[in-house]
Every structure is written in structure tokens, then in C-alpha cells.
């Protein structure tokens, strides 16, 4: 690994390294975009998203619907959903170029099976992959937002969306995904806590501030979204932790999905 090195002292002899600072923004995937992903959630045998499972039971949000995956990665879960769960279309987003590269390719590899039913190879040809940033630069503009989706998911980026962009960024998350969600929408949430975000706030110095300064905890997020800054109506958890203990995901990916419903 390489890391920015602190100035040395004035000295004639340095019997001990320079201490170790921040890691280099090639290296540190800040937004955690990690390549590796999904072998690190589900592991090198096993491709099954207890999540996905989970959401089959609740199909009617998703069935026929349209649906918003923000922070797609290499968009392994976002083809699988699409097979599972049959919306009308996906816009799959992620703000690291290579992983969207990634995810065509892998949709296009999935495509390409011979043995796929009909009504999942329709399904996959209902998905766009495409690179973007969710917390947009001009935050005034999200007042030109308007309802596009019945359902958004938001699995497991609200802690590199909270490091990078903040306070400030998080609620911009919550207002936008309100606004572009249709009356009855729903919005999937599966949150990290609090407690996960200490080792990845040295990355970098802006990390560490943004860090530093939250004030809006995860604990917080539903009193938050169901307030009137927000407007969600109602919300309700959706996983069982019975059946994530007997899942096989490692113990840090034990993280209940979040339902909010806009009426």
C-alpha cells in the first residue's frame, strides 16, 4: 500500500519510519467502490443476496415497477433483482466509471446465456447502467425534481455518501429519492452503522472532518425520514433478524432493510 508520509522532524537520524497518515485516493476507494465487492459480502461460493430473497416476498413493490438502484457497483445484485423480481425498468446509477464499465459487461455475459427464460432475458434488457454522482453539485436543482420511480433502493451506500458529502449530503439523499419517488413509492434502505464508519474516516483529511461533524446519526435516519423535512408516512423493517443470523453473510453484513413509504 502506498501512504502520504508525514514531513520528517529536523533531525540527523531517524531510528523509526514516518507515521502513516492517509491512505493515497488510489488506493482508499473513498466512496467505497471496492472491485471485490460481492466476494467479500457473499464469498467465493455462493452468489446468493439473502436481501433479494427477502424482496421476492414483497414483489408487488416491485413487480411491473419502475425502480432507481443507487450505488450499483459491478451491478451483479441489480441483474439478479431484475431477473427475481421482473420491474418494468432498472436505472442502475454508480459514481465509479470502471464499476459501471464492470456492470454492462457482466449484464451483457448474463445476456448472452443460452438458457435463460425468456421473461428474465426481457427483464435484463429493461436495465441501464450509468455512471453518476447522486448528491449533484448544485444542490439547487433539486428542486426541478419530479416523481420517476415506484421503488428506489439504497443498499448499503448511506455511510460513503455520509463520509464523503456529510450532513449535508445525507439529507440531500433522503429529499431527493422523496421527490423522485411516486405517491405509494418506497424507498428500500439498508443503512451501516454508526459504529462501521470510525475505521474508514482516515481515508483522507476531508473524511475526517466530514466525520467528525456528523451530527445525524443512522439511529436517526428514520425519525429523520419519516419528519416533515422529509415526509415519509410510514416505515417498517422488513428483515427478519432470525433469518439473517442463519444466513451465511459474514456478521458485518447482518443490516436490516429499511421500507419508507411515500403516501
Known amino acids: 500500500m502506498v501512504y502520504l508520509k508525514d514531513e520528517l522532524e529536523n533531525s540527523p537520524e531517524m531510528d523509526k519510519p514516518p507515521k502513516k497518515k492517509f ?3 488510489k488506493d482508499n476507494f473513498r466512496y467505497g467502490n471496492y472491485r471485490n465487492y460481492y466476494f467479500k459480502r457473499f ?3 455462493s452468489k446468493t443476496d439473502i436481501r433479494l ?6 414483489s408487488e413493490y ?3 415497477k419502475q425502480i432507481l438502484d443507487i450505488g450499483c457497483n459491478s451491478g451483479l445484485v441489480t441483474i439478479n433483482f431484475a431477473k427475481l423480481l421482473q420491474p418494468k425498468s432498472v436505472l442502475a446509477i454508480d459514481i465509479d466509471a470502471n464499476l459501471i464499465d464492470m456492470a454492462r459487461k457482466n449484464l451483457q455475459k ?3 446465456n443460452f438458457n435463460l427464460p425468456e421473461e428474465q432475458l426481457a427483464a435484463l434488457n429493461r436495465i441501464i447502467f ?14 426541478h425534481e419530479r416523481p420517476q420511480y415506484e421503488a428506489i433502493l439504497c443498499l448499503s451506500v448511506t455511510k460513503w455518501i455520509h463520509l464523503n458529502f456529510g450532513d449535508d449530503g445525507i439529507k440531500f439523499l433522503f429529499k431527493r429519492i422523496y ?3 411516486h405517491q405509494n413509492g418506497v424507498l428500500i434502505l439498508e443503512p451501516q452503522p454508526f459504529s462501521g464508519y470510525k475505521k474508514r474516516s482516515k481515508l483522507n483529511a476531508e473524511i475526517l472532518e466530514n466525520y467528525k461533524a456528523i451530527k445525524l446519526k443512522p439511529e436517526q435516519f428514520e425519525a429523520y425520514l419519516l419528519s416533515d423535512e422529509i415526509g415519509f408516512s ?3 423493517c422488513m428483515t427478519d433478524s432470525e433469518i439473517l443470523e442463519q444466513s451465511n453473510l459474514p456478521k458485518g453484513f447482518h443490516r436490516p432493510l429499511q421500507v419508507f413509504v411515500k403516501r
Do not use: P, V
Open 179 to 181: 421527490k423522485q419517488l
Open 62 to 64: 416491485f413487480k411491473d
Open 110 to 112: 448474463e445476456k448472452a
Open 234 to 236: 410510514e416505515s417498517w
Open 53 to 58: 430473497e427477502i424482496m421476492q416476498y414483497h
Open 23 to 25: 491512505k493515497t485516493d
Open 43 to 45: 464469498g467465493a461460493e
Open 130 to 143: 450509468r455512471k453518476a454522482n447522486y448528491i449533484l453539485t448544485d444542490r439547487t436543482l433539486i428542486e
